[in-house]
């Protein structure tokens, strides 16, 4: 079973991914704030990461930089979840393997979490 590590500050949204994900076969973990994004992947040691964009008191652009720049976490793969869209494809991706724009479409979702699994970073990548 793929580990998914969930974070964003909507707990609704987080309630409601978990619960979905969980369905279609995933162990999901979830977390409505990290200061410290290598400590929470260090402890649920995740096969794929999704972060919201904006969140209160946090970037998860500046999360999915993070994991990215690290040795250690540079080929886990990073969906970034957002609803300024423009605002992301303007100052870049910060590395994510994906970027999803808020309203998504939970199937598409799901496809791209399960090819980007299924194959190595290097082709997985959108």
Do not use: W
Not at 20 to 48: C, W
Not at 96 to 109: E, G, H, N, V, W
Request: aromatic share 6%; with cysteine.
């Amino acid at each position: 079973m793929k580990r998914i590590l969930l974070i964003d500050d909507d707990i609704d949204l987080l309630e409601i991914l978990s619960v979905a994900l969980a369905y279609v076969g995933f162990d999901v973990k979830t977390s409505n704030h990290t200061d410290d994004i290598h400590s929470l992947v260090t402890t649920h040691q995740p096969d794929l990461v999704i972060i919201d964009y904006i969140m209160e008191g946090a970037n998860g652009g500046e999360m999915c930089s993070a994991l990215k720049n690290s040795e250690a976490t540079r080929n886990l793969p990073v969906i970034i979840l957002s609803a300024y869209d423009k605002v992301i494809k303007s100052l870049g991706n910060y590395g994510c393997d994906a970027f999803i724009s808020k309203p998504f479409d939970l199937q598409d979702l799901i496809h791209r979490m399960k090819l980007m699994l299924s194959n190595p970073p290097a082709i997985a990548r959108y």
